[in-house]
């Protein structure tokens, strides 16, 4: 077999021009890996972590079990706590979404006095630094003579998850065709059937996005907790209280699974539009 012999006519392109070249190519590909790993790093540790065989310190891995996600509330009070926390980011988000979207209705579709410094207030506790915010409820629960408890943590996540639901509701009404419902009403639909039949079918997406953010806002929660929820003990106080001698494999495991469920509800909503749009 005869070998290609190089023509020396044609100039050699260096190995840092091409490198040079292909990175320019794909600086975006490479961004979107780094920022995927800084991201999903923790996610990985704790998911591996949930199959460490640790003990009573879970700080070093010491073998692969199973035993763990077998029995997710083998750790002391874990289940509580996550117990807790799901009944307050529960209440918390249907009370947040029920006068958030009302809120957003009243400021995205209605023009009254005092509008604008209505939606600027609405901003106010998402500018807020948590741990005033949480001081500040703690104070006013006190001058009331409100002990800190189960409820007023439900009252203190209502008051800050409502600012995201309104952000969250207002701009999908504001991407709402008007055309929509005037055409409704040259069909003889009063105001209620347009809004049941057309708005709220139309809006009905942001708001459960709005929803599934304010628990998880909720849910997550410890500073503002930390300060008006007392002795009741939520899942992230328990990870905190917990971290000094290694977060239990238990607590990772429900971390986890917390997260796949997050990540299935997303996938199945991105599922339910492509199906939509077909």
């Known amino acids: 077999m005869s070998k290609k012999i190089a023509d020396p006519t044609i100039p050699t392109i260096p190995f840092a021009a091409k490198f040079q070249r292909w990175f320019g190519r794909n600086l975006i590909r490479v961004y979107m890996v780094l920022a995927f790993t800084y991201l999903f790093i923790p996610v990985a540790y704790t998911f591996a972590f949930s199959f460490n065989d640790s003990g009573k310190s879970n700080l070093i891995w010491k073998g692969f079990t199973l035993d763990n996600w077998k029995n997710p509330c083998g750790a002391p009070e874990v289940c509580n706590a996550l117990a807790n926390s799901i009944k307050i980011g529960f209440l918390a ?40 915010l949480g001081a500040s409820l703690l104070s006013l629960f006190l001058v009331f003579k409100i002990n800190p408890g189960f409820w007023p ?29 005037q055409a409704a009403m040259d069909l003889y639909a009063n105001e209620f ?37 007392g002795t009741v003990i939520t899942f992230p106080k328990f990870v905190y209280t917990a971290a000094a001698r290694g977060i239990p494999a238990q607590a990772n495991v429900i971390g986890s699974g917390m997260f796949f469920l997050a990540l299935a509800i997303v996938i199945a909503g991105q599922f339910i539009n492509r199906r939509k749009a077909r």
């Open 93 to 132: 988000t249907l009370f947040s979404t029920i006068l958030g979207t009302m809120i957003a209705f009243a400021i995205g579709r209605h023009k009254f006095k005092g509008r604008s410094t209505s939606n600027l207030l609405i901003f106010l506790p998402m500018a807020t630094p948590e741990i005033v």
């Open 193 to 229: 059937q347009t809004f049941r039949r057309v708005t709220l079918p139309l809006v009905a997406p942001g708001i459960a996005g709005a929803a599934l953010l304010a628990f998880s806002l909720s849910f997550d929660d410890f500073i503002i907790t930390n300060f008006n929820s």
């Open 153 to 181: 943590t439900v009252i203190a996540h209502v008051m800050f998850c409502i600012s995201f639901v309104v952000v969250t509701v207002k701009a999908r009404i504001a991407s709402l065709d008007p055309r929509l419902e």
